[in-house]
């Protein structure tokens, strides 16, 4: 069963619904015990890097993130937290993806990038199954993070960030799959075939 990380920035109920309208069964958790019993972890986040941050230490939640070898989809502000910091206020991240998450440059454009967006595919992992530079996905934030060696996809807005990353068990996605109608159902759709189907994913 999936597990949905509950702690004080987590955007929980769309993220259940969108479970919900998939067929998926899951339960709330927020301590490191609770999630062992998991077959995987979706990592939500909205608001403020660093007071996400501290909600995941006061409950030990981050250290068990940093080593656990179950999958993790991280989203929005999970994803950044996945990284090794973030200029938003400082903030120290999990470190299991290289880079430092940068704000947009409000000279620039209007900051937060939100909306609809598309994403260009770097890579054919099996997370973006299916997922077309046609399509458009929901956008909401005014950190990002840098393009690496483990982004899978790209999004333009002001300058190109990661719109979605994977590293070894870790994925995660800038963009909100649960407020983005039947695209982000796709997504989130691969991300459990990835779970269920772990042989058939390497094989690929």
């Known amino acids: 069963m999936i597990a949905i990380l509950k702690y004080k920035a987590g955007n929980i109920?769309?993220?259940a619904n969108a479970l919900d309208r998939l067929g998926e069964h899951y339960f709330l958790a927020e301590k490191p015990n609770e999630l062992e019993s998991a077959r995987a972890v979706i990592f939500p986040g909205v608001g403020h890097a660093g007071a996400a941050m501290e909600s995941l230490k006061e409950k030990g939640i981050d250290e068990w993130l940093k080593n656990t070898e179950k999958?993790?989809?991280?989203i929005c502000v999970g994803?950044?937290?996945m990284f090794e910091s973030s200029v938003e206020g400082n903030t120290?991240?999990?470190?299991v993806i290289p880079g430092v998450l940068k704000k947009f440059d409000e000279k620039e454009a209007k900051v937060p990038h939100m909306g609809w967006n598309n994403i260009n595919k770097d890579s054919?992992?099996?997370l973006l199954k299916g997922i077309s530079t046609k399509q458009y996905l929901y956008f909401v934030h005014s950190y990002y993070?840098?393009?690496s060696e483990h982004t899978i996809a790209t999004c333009n807005y002001i300058n190109d960030f990661t719109a979605a990353v994977a590293k070894d068990n870790?994925?995660?996605v800038q963009f909100h799959p649960e407020k983005s109608g039947s695209v982000g159902s796709m997504?989130?759709?691969n991300f459990l075939d990835v779970v269920y189907s772990p042989e058939k994913i390497k094989a690929e």
């Open 145 to 147: 993070a840098p393009v």
């Open 13 to 15: 109920k769309s993220v």
């Open 92 to 95: 120290q991240g999990l470190g």
């Open 79 to 81: 994803m950044q937290l």
């Open 71 to 74: 999958m993790v989809l991280g």
């Open 124 to 126: 054919d992992h099996p």
């Open 170 to 172: 870790f994925m995660g």
């Open 187 to 189: 997504v989130l759709q």
